[in-house]
């Protein structure tokens, strides 16, 4: 693979006509910046040398990692759906390691409790007092292990969190780290004993990334990895090659980015065909809408671009709608699926030129 972003998961380039467009290719890797150190202007570089970075680990899996990537640029939270066993653990810790996040994981599971996720207050016989004992929440990024097997009420917590970025305790708001961004998981393919998230909660994940089996060549290359001696726990042989300063230069950057207002409509005609198609109960909301053309921005600024394309916004239309529409009952037994009915809108409306 060269440098230019992949593709997103499960949209390989061909499903966008003309393919994605890519970026320039940094001439050199970016120096790694040392932390608090100001960044220049290569946050752009710096944030296209972690693909790279984590593919010293990671087999494959570019698509994710660059969803991964436009997220933490919005500020947006992510579902990983994927079987088993797919790396996605890995990936997540190793990305954190090329940015020199904090990174913590919670397993999901029946008996997880609200306060074991955000803290809780904590009486210290010392003092005589209670005092807030931060929970695994207090981390740049989160990986919610499957996220669908703890009841409501400790995904509601969660969720909430993530929407406000602050844990309220003993009426006192604490504000979250900065960034901070949640990486949930579902496992596809168990849905027994689960507790699907409501539509109205999926709605506030910005993408919802699907991890792929990998090709037959790219399983080949984990196990001859395997077969060297790599060691998923040992990840010291990964660099910092950008920091929490390069993200917050990238936002600014992505908020100078220019939207013809052609664009602007396409988006809105997207979201609106999705509204009338009869194969769907649910459509995209303007918050969808919204996300999608924030997402699109991002993608746009890192394949090098200072404006917008419609390619831009076809390229994140499924990572970004495929969890924010539902199917009508009727239609989900003759197999119809987000992704299949996102292509036929993607396929309808037209494109400004
Ligand atoms: N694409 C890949 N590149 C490198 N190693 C891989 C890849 N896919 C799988 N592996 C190997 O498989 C192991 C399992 O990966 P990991 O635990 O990250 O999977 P997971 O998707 O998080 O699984 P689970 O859903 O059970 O948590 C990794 O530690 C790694 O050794
Ligand atoms: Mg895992």
């Given amino acids: ?101 904090d990174f913590k994981r919670v397993q999901f599971t029946p ?12 009486y210290d016989a010392k003092t005589s007092e209670f005092a807030f004992r931060e929970g695994p929440i207090f981390t740049n990024l989160l990986l919610a292990d499957e996220i669908n097997r703890t009841p409501p009420k400790t995904q509601a917590a969660l969720l909430e969190a993530m929407e406000e970025r602050q844990v309220s305790a003993d009426g006192a708001p604490m504000k979250l780290p900065e960034p901070f961004v949640v990486i949930a998981t579902q496992n596809p393919i168990e849905y027994e004993g689960t507790y699907q998230l409501p539509e109205a909660q999926l709605d506030r994940f910005l993408l919802k990334l699907t991890v792929p089996l990998p090709p037959r060549e790219q399983e080949i290359a984990v196990l001859e990895r395997h077969a060297l001696g790599f060691d998923p726990k040992d990840l010291s042989h990964i660099r910092q090659v950008a920091s929490a300063a390069d993200l917050a230069a990238g936002q600014a950057e992505v908020a100078k980015l220019h939207v013809a207002p052609e664009v602007l409509g396409y988006v809105v005609d997207l979201a609106r065909a999705t509204r009338m198609s009869p194969s769907l109960q649910l459509g995209v909301s303007p918050r969808g ?30 990572p970004t709608l495929r969890h924010r529409v539902q199917l009508r009952p009727e239609a989900e037994l003759e197999g119809a699926t987000p992704d299949g009915l996102l292509d036929g809108v993607l396929a309808s409306v037209p494109v400004p030129r």
């Fill in 1 to 101: 693979m060269g440098d230019a972003p992949a593709p997103l998961a499960g949209d390989p380039s061909r499903t966008v006509p003309g393919g994605l467009p890519a970026a320039p290719a940094p001439n050199a890797p970016a120096p790694a910046p040392q932390p608090g150190e100001p960044v220049r202007d290569g946050a752009r570089d710096a944030l296209g040398a972690l693909r790279s970075e984590v593919a010293k680990a990671v087999v494959g899996q570019d698509a994710v990692v660059t969803g991964l990537v436009i997220a933490l640029l919005c500020k947006g939270h992510v579902l990983l759906e994927g079987v088993p066993g797919v790396a996605k653990t890995l990936l997540v810790r190793t990305l954190a390691a090329t940015l020199a996040l």
């Fill in 111 to 122: 008996d997880l409790m609200p306060g074991d996720v955000t803290g809780s207050l904590v």
């Fill in 289 to 318: 809408a919204t996300a999608l053309l924030a997402a699109a921005r991002a993608w746009a600024w890192l394949s090098g671009r200072s404006y917008v394309t419609p390619d831009d916004v076809k390229a994140l239309a499924k």
